[in-house]
């Protein structure tokens, strides 16, 4: 009995002219070389040190390919047993058969090397001490006072914790989208902000929404704390949460196949239209040396459109394009190599660093880094600090011996270790011409609950207050009381009238009273801690309370003490309240000023 005979399967078969495997390993090559390029995305750049990888990896792709189509050593019909006269074997077939590959790779690695080599901090530490011009400023002339409304009172985890916070609020976009935890501080319209996009909540919301593009994204005030969620009449269509072509890093490298770039960041105009600031890093110390910012890119989040500026003509609204790492590492090689290369090895004559953290200041509309400079020892001392604009990178040194910020840090913290309240890192100010650090003070889920000032120069020199406001002019009474600066005429006013509203709350322990006078919409708020008279208060009372001036148009006030008052009917109280004396030891009275108090 036959059997039909079944059709043989076709079978691919590699192709056997010379002509044709030279066309199979370059097409295999260059599938692997686009596959690779779009996912790591480096810049074809003889500076950059993923392109020799790149151009590595397809070298070894082809010669691999032309060992799979020639049979390899094979053709010989000998058979080694020898490891090293195999390996000789395949030098020999990759001149034969793989010469201009295999050049190219040697010709990559010699200028690697070479690259290298010139680049080296031992030939050219005058070059690298030169990457950064350092001035020498003068503090209180160049840092003015900052008022209460320009003041941050956030940090990064704090606001990003406030934005998070606030996505949880709108119910038609959390189901879709998210807080992205990217966010950037700058500057708008004024006022110290952070801005983060919004980003798709999973693979499948991006494949439902990514037609629309993301619809906003957050704002958060880091004076008052206010998170925003800014909605946009066209989403955002550039980002980092898009997987494919509009990834903003891969949309930039199609656009700019060359530069080199470091991270972008999301910033907004002064219109509050959103935008990618990708700024371009080059290499000006032998091939791989001397990172430094030739320019940036302004791409549009919307529409992704992007233009290319060099420094000098980038527009002023953007602040983020020198990141505080950076011109941290670039004063670092100038402090460190500032008396020659072997000097910072021997001796250390001079050498100074920067310290771990920085932290952001408001100046002239600007955003500047700050961070201190310690000796190459890194003591538990400061020499001074710098303010570095992140937007042209001029930089200034100011000569302002005292403790580190980690020092006033722990400082800070131990006036409120009862409550284990957490410091945030300082932000350095200038506090009746004195270098002082403030510090918020968040609990444990990175709500900020109260604030401390520390003098630089004595960080043992520490207030802490419920506002600003109250800490500053706690601060300055302290250093009038210690001789440091001469008494000076505190920012605070009084106001008057009949009390037509009072409230009242524990706020860390201490009860505090929320009066609001006939006539004003503000309330004044005052610790029975700090003035006792306020328990007795009633609704038809006249009082008079010393308050914070008004500078940032809050419903609330401080008010900081009680300077007179009448009972409703009643006759005029002594009108020195703030100047309470203790009760007296035996018989537990105050005197005449607190009478009503007495006990």
Not at 514 to 519: A, N, S
Not at 537 to 543: P, Y
Request: net charge negative; hydrophobic share 40%; proline share 4%.
């Amino acid at each position: 009995m036959s059997r039909d005979k079944q059709p043989r399967k076709k079978r691919f078969h590699l192709p056997r002219s010379k002509a044709g495997k030279i066309l199979f390993n370059i097409v295999v090559t260059a599938l692997v070389g686009f596959l690779y390029f779009y996912f790591t995305l480096p810049a074809l750049n003889l500076q950059c040190g993923d392109f020799y990888s790149f151009i590595g990896i397809l070298c070894i792709v082809y010669v691999i390919c032309a060992f799979l189509t020639s049979g390899g050593t094979r053709d010989s019909g000998v058979v080694y047993t020898d490891v090293r006269d195999q390996i000789r074997e395949y030098f020999r077939f990759i001149k034969k058969q793989c010469l201009p590959v295999g050049l190219l790779f040697l010709l990559l690695v010699a200028v690697g090397l070479v690259g290298q080599l010139t680049s080296l901090t031992i030939f050219r530490a005058g070059d690298y001490r030169d990457l950064l011009t350092v001035e020498n400023g003068e503090f209180t002339e160049d840092i003015s006072q900052i008022s209460f409304d320009k003041i941050p009172t956030l940090d990064r985890a704090s606001a990003e914790y406030l934005g998070d916070r606030q996505m949880g609020t709108l119910s038609d976009m959390v189901s879709q989208f998210e807080y992205s935890a990217d966010s950037t501080q700058i500057n708008y319209q004024g006022r110290p902000v952070r801005v983060a996009p919004i980003a798709y909540a999973d693979l499948i919301k991006w494949i439902t929404n990514r037609g629309e593009g993301l619809p906003a994204y957050v704002l958060v005030d880091m004076v008052t704390q206010e998170a925003t969620v800014v909605r946009l009449e066209e989403g955002m269509k550039y980002s980092f949460s898009e997987p494919l072509n509009r990834n903003i890093e891969r949309h930039l490298r199609f656009q700019y196949p060359t530069f080199m770039f470091d991270t972008p960041q999301f910033e907004i105009d002064e219109n509050g239209d959103p935008w990618w600031i990708a700024p371009r890093v080059v290499k000006i110390i032998g091939l791989f040396g001397g990172t430094d910012i030739q320019g940036a890119v302004l791409c549009n989040a919307i529409t992704g459109e992007s233009t290319y500026y060099d420094i000098a003509d980038i527009p002023q609204w953007v602040d983020n394009v020198f990141t505080p790492a950076l011109i941290m590492e670039q004063y670092d090689y100038h402090g460190t190599f500032i008396n020659g290369f072997f000097n910072s090895i021997f001796g250390q004559r001079g050498v100074t660093v920067t310290t771990e953290g920085y932290n952001y200041i408001a100046l002239n509309d600007d955003v500047y880094v700050y961070t201190g400079v310690t000796s190459a020892n890194a003591d538990q001392s400061n020499l001074g600090f710098l303010l570095s604009n992140q937007r042209t990178k001029e930089t200034r040194f100011y000569d302002a011996p005292g403790a580190t910020e980690y020092a006033a840090m722990a400082s800070a913290e131990g006036e409120v270790q009862d409550l284990g309240y957490i410091a945030t890192f300082p932000l350095l100010l200038n506090i009746a011409g004195e270098p002082t650090y403030f510090i918020p003070l968040k609990d444990a889920t990175n709500l900020v609950k109260s604030y401390a000032m520390v003098n630089v120069a004595q960080y043992q020199l520490v207030t802490v207050g419920s506002s600003v406001s109250q800490c500053e002019q706690s601060y300055i009474r302290l250093l009038s009381d210690q001789g440091i600066t001469e008494t000076e005429e505190l920012p605070q006013t009084e106001a008057s009238g009949t009390i037509a509203e009072i409230r009242s709350a524990v706020l860390d322990g201490n009860t505090t009273y929320f009066f609001r006078l006939e006539g004003e919409t503000v309330f004044y708020a005052v610790s029975a801690a700090d003035n006792e008279i306020a328990v007795i208060l009633s609704v038809g009372d006249q009082v008079t309370i010393e308050h914070e001036v008004d500078q940032t148009a809050s419903d609330i006030l401080d008010g900081y003490s009680i300077t007179g008052y009448q009972r409703n009917g009643g006759a005029p109280a002594d009108n020195d309240m703030g100047t309470q004396t203790e009760p007296d030891a035996v018989t537990g009275e105050t005197d005449g000023s607190a009478a009503d108090l007495a006990e």
